[in-house]
């Protein structure tokens, strides 16, 4: 079984920066595709950012390409979000997860929520103007 444990969410003013973390335990970590979703109040859940096996590619949503960064440390178990020159708009619960039967990268980039199976419970992050 899967798990996954988000922090790194905070409060900060627009243009500044954040780092989200998320620790993943089981012996799937290394073996799927995963995501960055986030996910503000009112508004479906969306795909921000997700990391892609085979073929090996990373994939942003168009609202932060060039701002945010996905990466993983595979030694750690460990996958990061990068997140620079921050908007009032990024303001959301921001969302760790794994594709555990993988994701139809052709199609959806591994941007679509429907693709995972296991979630975090999220860490908040509030950008002010």
């Known amino acids: 079984q899967v798990q996954l444990v988000e922090s790194g969410g905070d409060s900060v003013q627009a243009g500044g920066s954040l780092r989200l973390s998320c620790a993943v335990s089981?012996?799937?970590?290394?073996?799927?595709?995963m995501g960055w979703f986030r996910q503000a109040p009112g508004e479906k859940r969306e795909g921000v950012a997700a990391?892609?096996?085979?073929?090996?590619?990373?994939y942003y949503a168009d609202s932060v390409k060039g701002r945010f960064t996905i990466s993983q440390d595979n030694a750690k178990n460990t996958m990061y979000l990068e997140m620079n020159y921050l908007k009032p708009e990024d303001t959301a619960m921001y969302f760790c997860?794994?594709?555990?039967?993988?994701?139809?990268?052709?199609?959806?980039?591994?941007?679509?929520?429907?693709?995972?199976?296991?979630w975090g419970q999220g860490t908040q992050v509030t950008v002010s103007s």
């Open positions: 089981g012996s799937t970590y290394s073996r799927s595709d």
């Open positions: 990391i892609v096996l085979r073929p090996a590619a990373t």
């Open positions: 997860a794994v594709a555990t039967k993988g994701v139809n990268w052709l199609r959806t980039h591994g941007l679509s929520p429907d693709e995972y199976d296991s």
